[in-house]
C-alpha cells in the first residue's frame, strides 16, 4: 500500500515477526507446563440401598471400620489402624489374587479419614473392585 505524503512515497508495512515470536513462546509455555500424569483408577460400585439382600459371593474379602477407626479383615481384628498393617492383612488374606472383590463396611460413627485411609490401603493392595456396603435402617 503506497501513500503520497507530499512529495514522499511512504510504503506502510505490518511486520508480522513479534506477533510470530509471542505465538511460539506461548506454544513453547504450554507444552513445557503440561502434565502427563497417568492416574490409577479404581472401580468403585457406589451403594444402593434397596429391600433385597444381594447374594454376597464367596470369593470376597470383607473390609470392616469400627466407630473407633479400627479395621477388621475377614472378622480379624488388625493389631493397629495403620494402613501398612491393613495392606499386610489384605495381601495375606488374598494370598496372591488381586482381583478378588473387597466389601467395605463402615460404622455409621466412623471418622471419614478412616474409611478414606481403608479405601487407600485397598487400592495399594493391588485390588480393583471395592464395593462399599451399606445396611437398611428400619426405623421403630
Not at 3 to 14: M, P, S, V
Not at 56 to 85: E, F, W
Not at 131 to 138: F, G, L, N, Y
Request: charged content about 20%.
Amino acid at each position: 500500500m503506497k501513500f503520497r505524503r507530499g512529495d514522499q512515497k511512504t510504503e506502510l508495512a505490518i511486520n508480522l515477526t513479534p506477533l510470530i515470536d509471542v505465538v511460539f513462546l506461548l506454544l513453547i509455555f504450554f507444552m513445557v507446563t503440561t502434565s502427563f500424569n497417568r492416574e490409577n483408577w479404581m472401580e468403585v460400585n457406589l451403594p444402593q440401598a434397596n429391600a433385597q439382600t444381594p447374594e454376597a459371593p464367596s470369593d470376597r474379602i470383607d473390609v470392616v471400620v469400627d466407630q473407633d477407626g479400627n479395621y477388621l479383615v475377614n472378622g480379624t481384628a488388625l493389631a493397629n489402624n495403620r494402613i501398612t498393617t491393613l495392606i499386610a492383612a489384605l495381601e495375606r488374606e488374598a494370598d496372591g489374587d488381586n482381583s478378588l472383590l473387597v466389601v467395605l463396611t463402615a460404622d455409621e460413627n466412623a471418622r471419614h479419614q478412616a474409611v478414606i485411609t481403608a479405601m487407600e490401603g485397598v487400592g495399594r493392595a493391588g485390588f480393583a473392585n471395592l464395593q462399599i456396603a451399606t445396611r437398611d435402617i428400619v426405623q421403630d
